[in-house]
RNA sequence: GGCCCGGUAGUCUAGUUGGCCAAGGACGCCGCCCUCUCAAGGCGGAGAUCACGGGUUCGAAUCCCGUCCGGGCUACCA
């Protein structure tokens, strides 16, 4: 979150006026309310086995009733450690309204009585999340969908703890892989580190991540976030579940890197070429990447991408197997070009582009035929960044002598 | 099984009060242009019986009913 540039008012790690703010330290709490909602009758010790209780939940679902969670308890044998489990009136309707969804109804007719206190004591996410909702007064729940059938439970619990006041609810529509399941923390690739690790940029994720379940309008993809939060509302919010699709985070990535100047691109490089093994991190490499930065702005989607296009100006590559076609035969055509560049005056791209060109006219060869024997020589490789900026970034002495090498 | 939610092109979406939608934008895809490669950029194109079937209406993607498909919940998971 903090590489997304996104922080928070209160949290375990800077405190505020509602802590503690971790669940194991407010389990006293939440034992509490679990006990004095006993007293009050809202809840019940449990004592019942899980054995007790899932067949209870079979012979339920055959006979095409909600579990009588309450009547297996009285049954149960007394000793050990009860759970406390809260009691769902089986003759109301509950509803609320949801910012994104809608009024939603249920039937609690159809709810079974719930657990609130494991008998070890511990609170199940119903109890805990209640309790603190309530204590720390928390005004909106903005939440998955996952946890929309979970609202009327806590809604009840609500009630039975005397809370008079509702929160906004609004259930944000779930995050699917391409074969339409939803994504999650549990089982997934999908941790922003690893987008970080692969090369995104977090202007674009989050760019990225808005437009998935919302829009700013009907034809605006590139925005800040501060764009994005001066339009946003809650009511805008689609209700259908929105698949990742990490081609169109691509285009985005692109155009944030594209905006980028090339001192910004030099330096989020680094770390993405020392993982490649070029020399980087040093006065003279970031001094190489400010100046092919400019070259690389618009060929790139993510920054991964950089360090096999510019390893070529750290060290002498291997040319692969297309270089290697390329290059046959062309002795006599490389040994003009390196005589034709070291007479140059000055080493720039223009006046590079201009020797070349000229020998090429001279010897009446297409332009392509003309580069890519010499991109093959130089750089090892047939797609490189433009070649007249690579020779005078790469410079006289170690260009000649790759031309000649390839020889 | 029961309860709840969802369903516009391969994908993200516009469409909220029915007519301006014989459905708009974007990614991707295809083609052309530019061009030293790859990109980027420009231009053009294909791609949606608005899940399906009924109904209401002069008129429905938008309202109603049914069906199908998908997901969530139905846990002493969260």
């Known amino acids: ?23 194991s330290e407010r389990f006293d709490l939440y034992r509490e309310w679990a006990h004095k909602l006993v007293e009050e009758g809202f809840a019940y010790e449990d004592h019942s086995t899980s054995e007790d209780v899932e067949r209870e939940r079979e012979l339920a679902r055959s006979e095409g009733r909600r579990p009588d969670h309450r009547a297996v308890a009285e049954r149960a044998a007394r000793d050990g450690q009860p759970s406390i489990r809260f009691i769902v009136p089986p003759d109301r309707t509950m509803t609320f309204h949801d910012e994104v969804l809608g009024d ?54 609500r009630e039975a703890m005397g809370v008079k006041d509702v929160p906004v609810f609004a259930h944000l529509p779930l995050i699917v892989d391409d074969k339409g399941k939803p994504l999650s923390k549990r089982w997934g690739d999908v941790s922003v580190a690893a987008y970080r690790d692969q090369g995104f940029l977090p202007e674009a994720m989050l760019n990225y991540l808005a437009l998935l379940g919302w829009s700013l309008d009907d034809h605006t993809n590139i925005f800040s976030m501060d764009e994005a939060i001066a339009a946003f509302d809650l009511a805008r919010v689609n209700k259908n579940p929105a698949a990742f699709d990490v081609t169109k985070l691509e285009w985005i990535n692109g155009h944030y890197i594209r905006a980028k100047t090339p001192e910004e691109l030099a330096h989020d490089l680094v770390p993405f070429c020392v993982a490649e093994g070029l020399a980087a991190d040093t006065d003279e490499g970031r001094a190489t990447l400010a100046t092919v930065a400019p070259l690389l702005t618009e060929r ?6 950089a360090p096999p296009m510019i390893r070529f100006l750290f060290e002498r590559p291997a040319p692969d197997d297309k270089a290697l076609k390329a290059l046959e035969n062309q002795a006599e055509y490389l040994g003009a070009v390196a005589t034709a560049l070291e007479t140059i005056e000055k080493w720039t791209t223009a006046e590079i582009e201009a020797a070349l060109r000229a020998l090429a006219e001279e010897r009446d060869l297409k332009p392509k035929k003309a580069f890519q024997p010499v991109r093959a020589a130089v750089t090892g490789t047939l797609v490189s960044p433009p070649l007249f900026e690579s020779l005078e970034i790469l410079g006289r002495d170690e260009t000649l002598e790759r031309l000649r090498s390839a020889i």
């Not at 008012?9 to 405190?15: A, H, L, R, Y």
């Not at 790139?300 to 991408?305: C, D, H, P, Q, V």
């Open 1 to 23: 979150m903090q590489w997304l540039g996104l922080d928070w008012d209160e949290g375990p790690d800077i405190g505020g006026p509602y802590g503690p703010y971790r669940q």
């Open 104 to 157: 939603i109804s249920t039937d609690l007719g159809r709810t079974p009585d719930f657990v609130i206190l494991r008998a070890d004591g511990t609170p199940t996410y119903m109890l805990a999340v209640t309790v603190d909702d309530v204590a720390m007064e928390i005004s909106h729940i903005v939440r998955g969908n996952d946890l929309m059938a979970s609202t009327p439970r806590q809604l009840l619990l």
């Open 300 to 305: 790139m989607k993510r920054l991964t991408e």
